[in-house]
Each structure stands twice: as C-alpha cells, then as structure tokens.
C-alpha cells in the first residue's frame, strides 16, 4: 500500500472508465481539457486577426476570387467523417478491444492525411498558380496562418497518434496507454470543431460577403 | 576571406561602445569563473543531479527566484542609465539609440523576467506547501516551463551582445517594429526569446491550475484554502487564457518579419493597430497576472502578523473572480489616443472604472484585518503596510487614466509611467521583496537578518517616493514617455534632479538586500521549528526547509487557516492519533527538461538571425525530446518508510 | 487494469452515428445557405454561425464526453472561460478595428 498522492475519492474512480482509473490519468485528462480551452483563446486570436484583414485584399485576389467549393467540401467531408471514425476508437478503447481501437486509429490518420494532402495543394494551388502567396495581402498572411495554424495541429495530431499506436502494439490497453489514446481523440474532434469555424468564418463567408 | 570573418564578426557582434565591451568581458569571466568553480569543487555532477534535473516544485522555486533576482539587478542597471542620462539637460551618456534600446530591455526584462518568475518561484515554493501537496500536478511540466523560461530570458540578454538590441520598447509597437523600420535581428530577439518563455509560463498556469483544483489535503475545500493559494488559482486562470493571445501576436509579428506577411505593416493592407489591440489583449490580463498574486501574499502576511484571520475571505475571492472576468474586456484603455469611435472609448472607459471597484475592496479588507489587530512590525509586514498607501496611489492615478478624454492629456507622459511604476514597484515589487523575507526561512532554514531587512526596506521605500512622486508632476509639465534627452529652461530640470537621486537610493537600498542574503547566509538565525513567524497556513506545519516528500503524512484540514487551528487544539490537549508511515510515490528527476529548452533555445538563435540550418534542426530536436518523453513509462519511484522515518527523526517531528 | 471498471457492451455506436449524419447535414445546410440562398448578408452570416454553434455543440457533447470525469465541473468551467474569452477577442477586435475593415 502507497499513500495517494490526491485527495480525490478512490471509490470515484473505480467507476470510471480505464483512462480515469489512476490518479494521474484524471489530472492529465483534466489538464489537457484547459490545454484545449486555452487553444479556443488561440484560435480565437486568429480568426479575429483573419475577419479583420479578410477584405485587407490590397488589390490582390479575394476570397471569393479564389475559393473553390469542390475541395473546400472534400476536406470538410473528409475532416469529419474521421472525427466520426475517432470517436468509434474510443468506443472501442472502452470496451477494451485493442484491435478495435488500433484498426480505428489507423483509419483517422489516414483521413488525417487526406485532409492534409488536400489542404497543401489547395495551398499550392493559390500560392503558386493563382499568384497568391501569404506575402501577397494582408487577407492572404490572415488566410495561411489561421489555416496553416490548424493543419500544423493536424500534421501533429498524426504525429501523436502514431506514437500512441506504437506504444499500444507493444503495451496493450493499459491505463496509460488509454489515457493517452483518449486525449488524442479529444485534440482530434477539437480540431474538428475549429475546422467547423474556419469552413464558416473562412470559406462561406467568403463566398456570401 | 580576412575581411569577411572581419566583417562578420563586426556584424554579429555589437561593437563600437565601451560598456557594450565591459559587457563582453564581465560575461566571459563570469562564465569562465562558474565553470572553474564547479570544476574545481566537482560540482558538475551535483548540479546536475540536484538542480538541473530536478522536479522538486521548491527548488524549481528556488531557481526562479535566482534567476529573477539577477534579472532585478540586469533591469535596475538599466534603468539606472535611464535616469543617469535624464539627470541633466542634454547629456550624452546614451544616445538616442542606445537609450530606446535600454527602456526596451528594461521594461520587457523587468515584466516578463522578473516580475512573473519571481511571482512563478514563489508560488512554487508555497502552493503545493499551502494545500497539504506532495507535489504539482505534472512536476515533469513544472521543470520544462522553468527552463523554457531560463532559455528564453538567456536569449534575449544574449541580444545586448550578440547581433544588437531591440528597440521599439516593451510594447513592440508596429509599424516601427516591423522589418522595413526595423532591420536587423533585434527585434527578433524579442519576439523569440519572449515567445519561448511565453510557452514556459502557459504550462505554469495549467499546471497550477489542475494541482490547486484537483490535489488539495482532503477537507481543504475551496474556500477553506489560504489566500495566497486563491490568488493564484485566479492569477493561473489569467494566464491560461491571457497568453494564447500573445503566442498569436508574436508569431503573427515574427512572420511578418521573416516572411514577409502583411499583418502590421502599412503596405498590402497590414493592420498596425492591430498589433496594439492584439498585444494589449494580453497585456491588461498581464499586469494582473503580476498584481494578483502580490495581493494574496499580503493577505497573508497581514493576517499573520495582526495575528488575526484574515477579513473579509469570501469577499476578497468574489473580487478576484470578479477581477479575472473583467480583466478581459478593459485591454483598449491603453491606446484611448489611436482614433477609436466614441462608444468603444465609452465601454473601456467604463469597464475599467468597474475593474477599480474590486481592487479597491481588497484595500479596505486589509485594513480591516489590521484593525484592532497585534501588529507587529517584521520586515515583511512593513512591506506589505507600505504596500496599501503607495499601491492605492497608483490605483487612484490609475482611474485618472482610465478616463478617456482626460486620457488625452496624461497619454504616453510621464504621469504615466510614474502610475505604472506606482503599480509595479508599490505593488508586485513590494509583494515579491514582502514574499522573499517571508517564505525565505522555509526556503533555506535560515532567516535573513530582520535589522538589515528594516534598513533596506526603508531606504528602498523612502527612495521610491523621492524617485516616482515628483514623477508625475514632471508628466503634468509636459514631459514626455520615452524621451532620451529635454532642453535646458522648461523647468524640468531640478525635478530630473531629484529623480535620479531617488533612483540611486533604490538601487542601495536593492544593494543592502542583496548583502543581506549573502550576510544571512552565514550566519542569519538558523529556522530549527519551521515555523519562524507563528504561521497560520500550513507551509509552516513541514520543516525549514521542508522534505522532498513535503508532508510525511498528508494532513486532513478541517478549517481555515488550518495550521493556526491545529497548533490551538495541539494547546488545548487534544491529542491527534498519527497513522504509522507508509512509503511514499514521487516523480524521478529527468534530463528532458533542460535538454528540450537547450533545443528550444538553440532553435531560436537561428531564427533570430534567420539561420535556418540551425533553426530547423533546433527544432527537430525539440520534437525528438517529447518523442522520447512519451516512450519513458518508468516515471516513479518510492521513498521506502525507513527513509521516510529517518527524515523526520532528523527534523525531530518523528511521530 | 482491474475488472470492475465500467466496460462498455458491445452494441450500435448510435450516439456517433447520429453525431456524425448531423454534422454532414449541418454543414450542408450550411453551405446551402450561404451559396443556394441569396438572403442578406448580416442574416446569412447570423444563421450560419448558429448553425456552426450548434455543430460545435454537438462535437463537444456527443463526441467528446465533456461531462465525464472525476469532477467534469473543472473542464466544463475552462471550456466556458475559454469560449468567452475567445468570443470577446474575436468580437472585440472587430469592434475596435470595424471602421478599418
Ligand atoms: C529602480 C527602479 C526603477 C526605475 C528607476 C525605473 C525607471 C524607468 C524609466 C526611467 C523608464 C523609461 C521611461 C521612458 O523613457 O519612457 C522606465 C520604463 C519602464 N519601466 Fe521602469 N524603473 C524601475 C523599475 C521598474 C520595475 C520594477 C518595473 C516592472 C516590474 C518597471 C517597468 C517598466 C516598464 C514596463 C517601462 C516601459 C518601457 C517602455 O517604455 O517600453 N520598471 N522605467
Ligand atoms: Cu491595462
């Protein structure tokens, strides 16, 4: 027997699922639920940077000259269905089935992918094609960084989850290794909720405005 | 080939002016004196073992608080030039050049180096003490963001030698800030090195936030918990939602300078205005970051010292949370002058007289708590009750300012500077020199010499006076913010005068408290109860300085100002059952942190000067040191019961 | 791992299903709004906001179980402070800086 190290109840967490069943998972969980408030403020500070400067076009093109709807819908298409299928992993991690979980994990990456394949050769597409590079107009630096911003957050989300898949073949469900499958899945199906802003501050506004 | 390196160097270095070669040379034997030092002692191994890869939340305290301290002395050397130069009309000591890049450093070091480390190194020595904790929430976390700092202030000093300083001011404004006024790698410095310990203070404020919330003694409800600890909690609160922000703004400035963006620039559509309003989104939170946390270190020195419990708890936590809400929504009174409609003047105006109300509240609590109070008169307690007249008149000139019209007069004046200075010095200055002498004891387990202290205090504080009261006279007279040198015959002169000699008497009587340290050290009281002061929270129920475990059985807390309540009914012969010992769970120490922030540092270095060979792969190894953070699964390790029995048998409170 | 932590039984994923088929629909109403309509602008930008409000919403709760937890009250107070602390950046600094748009 080792003294806690919390004060919080054990009886409490024996009901809970794996990733809350160690102290140490609930205040990882719970830390990383402010990380993610704290994100809110972040983005927050770029789509207000964005809305500003999103007529700043300087005479170069505007959003309206350059949004497309084709790949818009594909990434937003292909963004949430993987938030979908993340949320399965986690179903799967709650009824501690590792392959289940594993197989899952596997296919949101791979639509993480997509979506950054997607978003670099739209981004291609305007910074070299259309002649419209960040440097271009104020709109243009709002446009990159805010999206640029939450790719990078993609990129690394994969990042992560191939890290976590490697310590799950080897470990198994343990409560570490849930834990970190969880907040994985919470940073994945946060970023989904930026993208929901981003397609409707960004491109529809783009398009009615 | 010669004449390239020449040229190279003459370029990465700062040449030209002899204090910059001082520089050079005290920073070369200084460092050449640490290294022989700890080779001679063998103390490279200790270092490392002890300090460089702990995860003790007291000596990552400690060592903010070191830092801090040499920063304090960095910042006032600064600004003793400041005020050396505008003694008299017309001097040229500095240039005016020279002059905008020291009240750039100074004021960047003194806020985001010194002000927030300190309140960070004391808040980590004291919180996890306060709520009966072994540890903080993620002790790994706690060392990264130490180092992160200490990398991010190393780069940015590193700027007054190497490539040149910045100096557009504190505030960095755009469009002077930006890369066609502002070539050169300066700037960079600043938006770096501030950035990386920009990082280092989130993860404080989500770390602190969680170990307050989630690992309190059982019983410590949340409103049975001490002041300081409340303060805090809102204070972390601020700073997880204030710095986001300003992570944005400095990137945002960054790749407009690397880039070529337009964000703040006046070409293709930048916005400048939109530097201020998003650098002042963090910087309103910011100064309340500084102050919150000073007023809960006085609650608590106030209240043991009048030897009463403190008045008005609940009121003074309702004005802090009122404080973090409104913190948010008063950011635009720093630029009232910029060409705002009149409704948005209207609405900060208001919002920031609504701010005062709460802060004003505290005021009077405190003096109710010394009301009819024992008082006596400590070396921290005059601190904190030279704190309430000297803070109430910054707080007052403060709401001048925050009228809108009014503003237009006493804008970027120094009326200004002298209320900013009344806040920051009479405020957080105050608080964290009131923190230092009170937790000191429980620091080392020795006390600083109490008449030293006294005669420190006072030249300090009557200096103040001297230095900043006049000061806003001088702004009523027409002197302006950031001004490097005035004409003779405008009346200005004596009251220059009189400045600069206040200005000296701070920086003796800063003098006196650092030979005091080193005098106490020697021989200041050894602290053998640990509890020097008869304490009421229970930091002072552990031993000075307390054991890596902090609390060998965690303490149930039925109260307010627990350890007041247990030493009453430990008089009144209730005598408590003690369970025997168990082994106890804490984090091993780990190279990760500082080894990460090497990266991080060395990454910003090249970006700096825009060396992407070094920068990219500085970061690769950033990147290479979480990987290997997150495949480490041995993380702990327990004190066995012997050890834990033989600690305690050595502080006698064997139970 | 003990056994008495809470397993699920295997069974249909409604909650996602359904999270998932109203995000799709959301966001297509959306765009049907924004690009099929022509109502005005201010009402067009007032109705897809709410709607990417909603879609929010629904992320949170169904996918994201911001309820659970030890003591979810902790996440459920930073996720507030955080959207109205990103809400009075985003709305203020159009505010402040709407004449320079
Ligand atoms: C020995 C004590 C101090 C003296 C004599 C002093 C003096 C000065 C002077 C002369 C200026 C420049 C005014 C100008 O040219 O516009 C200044 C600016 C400033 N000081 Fe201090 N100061 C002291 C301590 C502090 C402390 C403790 C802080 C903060 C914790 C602080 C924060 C600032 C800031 C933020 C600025 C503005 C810099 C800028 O304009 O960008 N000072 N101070
Ligand atoms: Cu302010």
Redesign the pocket.
């Known amino acids: 027997m080792t003294d806690a190290t919390l004060s919080l109840h054990e009886k409490d967490r024996s009901q809970m699922p794996i990733e809350y069943s160690t102290e140490e998972g609930d205040l990882r969980i719970v830390g990383f639920w402010i990380f993610l408030a704290a994100e809110l403020v972040l983005f927050g500070t770029l789509f207000g940077t964005y809305l500003v400067l999103q007529s700043h076009t300087a005479g170069g093109p505007t959003a309206k000259d350059l949004f497309e709807i084709g790949p818009v819908m594909a990434e937003t298409i292909v963004l949430l269905v993987s938030s979908f299928t993340c949320g399965l992993s986690t179903i799967e991690l709650r009824r501690h089935n590792k392959r289940g979980l594993i197989g899952w994990l596997l296919v949101t990456i791979l639509l993480g992918l997509v979506f950054v394949g997607l978003e670099v050769n739209e981004f291609y597409t305007y910074a070299v094609h259309e002649g419209a590079p960040l440097s271009r107009s104020a709109f243009l630096s709002g446009f990159f960084v805010l999206l640029g911003t939450h790719g990078c957050h993609v990129s690394l989300g994969i990042v992560w989850i191939i890290g976590i898949l490697l310590q799950l073949g080897k470990r198994g469900i343990t409560p570490v290794t849930a834990r970190k499958a969880f907040m994985a899945g919470l940073y994945w199906h946060f970023l989904d909720v930026v993208w929901i802003f981003i397609f409707t501050a960004v491109y529809l506004t783009g398009w009615v405005i | 080939m010669i004449d390239s390196v020449k040229s190279f160097l003459g370029w990465f270095f700062v040449t030209g002016d002899p204090m910059i070669y001082g520089a050079d040379a005290s920073i070369a034997l200084v460092s050449i004196g640490i290294v022989a030092v700890l080779t001679y002692f063998k103390k490279w191994k200790w270092l490392w073992n002890e300090w460089l890869t702990t995860v003790d939340h007291k000596k990552i305290g400690i060592m903010y608080i070191i830092a801090a301290l040499l920063m304090l002395f960095r910042?006032?050397m600064d600004?003793?030039m400041?005020?050396a130069q505008?003694t008299l009309p017309n001097m040229h000591f500095l240039d005016a050049e020279h002059y905008n890049q020291v009240?750039?450093t100074?004021?960047t070091i003194?806020?985001i180096f010194?002000?927030m480390p300190f309140i960070f190194g004391l808040m980590n020595i004291a919180v996890p003490l306060q709520i009966g904790a072994r540890d903080v929430a993620y002790p790994f976390l706690n060392a990264l963001s130490f180092w992160l700092f200490f990398f991010g202030a190393m780069l940015f000093n590193l700027s007054f030698v190497i490539g040149g300083s910045p100096d557009a001011?504190?505030?960095s404004y755009a469009p002077y800030a930006g890369a066609e006024m502002n070539p050169g790698v300066g700037q960079n410095y600043y938006l770096i090195g501030v950035q990386i310990s920009g990082i280092g203070s989130l993860a404080t404020g989500i770390n602190f936030l969680v170990t307050i919330l989630k690992m309190r003694a059982p019983g410590m409800t949340l409103f049975k918990m001490p002041m300081f600890t409340w303060s805090i909690l809102i204070t972390s609160v601020i700073v997880v939602f204030a710095f986001p922000a300003f992570t944005v703004a400095l990137a945002l400035m960054t790749i407009d300078r690397l880039f070529g963006a337009h964000f703040f620039t006046i070409a293709a559509g930048g916005s400048p205005m939109l530097w201020a309003n998003l650098f002042w989104f963090w910087g309103h939170p910011e100064v309340y970051i500084v102050l919150l946390p000073v007023f809960g270190i006085f609650s608590e020195v106030i209240a043991t010292f009048a030897h009463k419990t403190l008045f008005g708890y609940a009121v003074m936590v309702w004005s802090m949370v009122a404080i973090s809400v409104l913190s948010f929504i008063t950011w635009l009174h720093h630029f009232f002058t910029m060409g705002n409609t009149a409704p948005v003047n209207a609405f900060f105006s208001i919002s920031t007289m609504l701010i005062a109300i709460p802060t004003g509240v505290k005021i009077f609590n405190w003096l109710f708590t010394l009301n009819k109070g024992r008082i006596q008169f400590t070396t921290p307690m005059l601190w904190a009750l030279a704190f309430i007249p000297n803070f109430t008149i910054g707080g007052v000139t403060g709401v001048m300012l925050a009228m809108a019209p009014a503003d237009y007069q006493y804008h970027n004046s120094y009326f200004l500077?002298a209320h900013?200075?009344s806040t920051?010095?009479a405020g957080?200055?105050f608080g964290i020199f009131c923190g230092l002498h009170y937790w000191w004891p429980k620091m080392f387990g020795y006390m600083l010499d109490e008449v030293k202290g006294k005669w420190s205090f006072w030249i300090f504080m009557i200096s103040f006076n001297i230095?900043f009261m006049p000061m806003y006279f001088l702004g009523l007279m027409g002197m302006t913010?950031?001004?490097y040198t005035y004409p003779a015959g405008l009346g200005w002169t004596p009251i220059n005068v009189v400045m600069s000699i206040g200005?000296a008497g701070?920086?003796i009587g800063f003098a006196l408290m650092a030979y005091n340290i080193v005098w106490s050290a020697v021989r200041g009281k050894k602290d053998t109860t640990g509890d020097p002061w008869n304490g009421r929270t229970l930091e002072w129920a552990t031993a000075s300085p307390a054991a890596e475990y902090n609390f060998a059985h965690i303490p149930e807390i039925k109260s307010r100002d627990a350890f007041a309540a247990m030493k009453e009914a430990r008089a009144a012969g209730h005598a408590e059952t003690v369970p025997p010992y168990k082994a106890i769970h804490m984090p091993n120490n780990t190279g990760i942190p500082v080894i990460m922030s090497a990266f991080m540092f060395i990454a910003g270095f090249g970006f700096v000067f825009e060396w992407y060979w070094m920068g990219i792969p500085g970061l690769i190894g950033v990147v290479a040191c979480m990987i290997a953070r997150s495949f480490v699964y041995d993380d702990h390790h327990y004190i066995p019961v012997e050890k834990v029995k033989q600690t305690e048998a050595a502080t006698g409170r064997l139970s | 791992m003990n056994g008495t932590q809470k397993q699920l039984k295997a069974g249909f994923p409604w909650k996602q299903v359904i999270g998932l088929i109203l995000s799709l629909t959301l966001t297509f109403l959306a765009l049907w709004i924004a690009v099929g309509l022509s109502l005005p602008v201010h009402v067009t930008i007032a109705i897809i906001v709410s709607l990417a409000i909603f879609q929010a919403f629904i992320q949170l709760f169904m996918f994201m179980h911001v309820t659970e937890g030890t003591e979810p009250v902790h996440q459920l107070m930073g996720i507030l402070f955080g959207i109205y602390v990103a809400f009075t950046v985003v709305a203020g600094t159009l505010w402040i800086l709407a004449y320079a748009l």
């Open positions: 910042g006032g600004a003793l400041m005020r505008l009240f750039t100074h004021g003194m806020i010194v002000a001011g504190w505030s500077v900013f200075h920051l010095i957080t200055v230095c913010r950031r001004m200005a701070m920086g």
